[in-house]
């Protein structure tokens, strides 16, 4: 259970609301951001009490955060969470077309994150099984997120390394050989200090 303000039903009910948020991101973003905008605030009102504080917004604005408190302090708690923050800083932070699809594409990579952990099964999830392992971590990583910043990408795949940037580049440079390979019609392109899987 992710928080004692939220029983099984209404878990239920978000995740079916959150899946179809979902679909939208993953097809495209509609011509006007209004409509999209609507739909997310629609979503955090319908739990705001519950998981969301009634003052997100102000929260938002001032602080640059969203409490944590309701969410729970399990793994999945903690996703929904991350979630949520993203859905929040699209709806307010969000002013360009640029900003709109950066934030929409982040949002739909921390979805997926939350729908692994309650063991949905998602669309594309089995797209890189016959990589190697780390190539498809790293695929796994990237997928659906836009670009990811270098840094995060070694905190996911070298924890435990001092000197990983070497190991990253090569590692990129194998799997993209691979993409290739299998004409899957994708590559990893390296922009300042970010990475993003990307069509050729």
């Not at 969203?66 to 969410?71: D, K």
Request: proline share 4%; charged share 30%.
């Amino acid at each position: 259970m992710i928080s004692r303000f939220l029983d099984k039903t209404e878990h239920h009910t978000l995740d079916v609301t959150l899946l179809a948020l979902h679909q939208r991101l993953s097809n495209h973003l509609p011509a006007s951001f209004d409509d999209l905008d609507r739909c997310i605030r629609g979503i955090i009102d319908s739990v705001t009490g519950k998981l969301v504080s009634p003052n997100w917004e102000a929260s938002w604005r001032h602080d640059g955060w969203v409490a944590r408190g309701w969410f729970g302090d399990d793994e999945v708690g903690r996703s929904l969470h991350t979630a949520f923050t993203g859905m929040v800083r699209l709806v307010i932070d969000a002013r360009t077309p640029r900003q709109q699809r950066e934030c929409a594409e982040e949002l739909a990579g921390t979805l997926s994150d939350y729908f692994f952990l309650r063991g949905y099964d998602m669309p594309g999830q089995e797209q890189f099984l016959d990589f190697p392992a780390q190539q498809r971590k790293l695929l796994v990583a990237l997928r659906g997120k836009g670009k990811v910043s270098i840094d995060r990408l070694l905190g996911e795949l070298y924890p435990r390394s001092h000197s990983p940037k070497e190991s990253l580049h090569k590692l990129k440079t194998r799997t993209n050989k691979s993409l290739a390979e299998k004409a899957t019609g994708l590559e990893i392109r390296e922009e300042g200090q970010t990475y993003a899987l990307v069509p050729v």
